[in-house]
């Protein structure tokens, strides 16, 4: 059974432009080929609330996707080992 989700992810803008690029692709594939990528919004550099690990600006994308119930656990797992990756959540919206 297919559940819908939302996910957030922050990415360093200390990486530099080509690399930020390259691990919006990454993502969007991911999302593409292991779930239905319905929409990918890139809401593009912007300043963090708070600073983390010293870095005060981030580079935000939104997507939503349906996926089965186990996906959104491996997402994590790689958006935690991916570099670059500040910060990012997933969550299950309501039907």
């Not at 593409?32 to 870095?55: C, V």
């Amino acid at each position: 059974m297919m559940n819908k989700y939302e996910t957030i992810f922050i990415i360093s803008s200390e990486i530099g432009e080509e690399n930020v690029k390259a691990l919006v692709e990454k993502f969007k594939n991911l999302l593409e080929t292991s779930a239905q990528l319905e929409n990918i919004d890139e809401w593009g550099k912007r300043r963090l609330a708070y600073p983390i690990d010293d870095i005060n600006d981030g580079y935000y994308v939104l997507a939503d996707f349906s996926a089965e119930p186990s996906f959104p656990q491996e997402l994590e797992r790689i958006y935690k080992i991916t570099e670059g990756i500040i910060k990012y959540i997933v969550i299950k919206k309501e039907k």
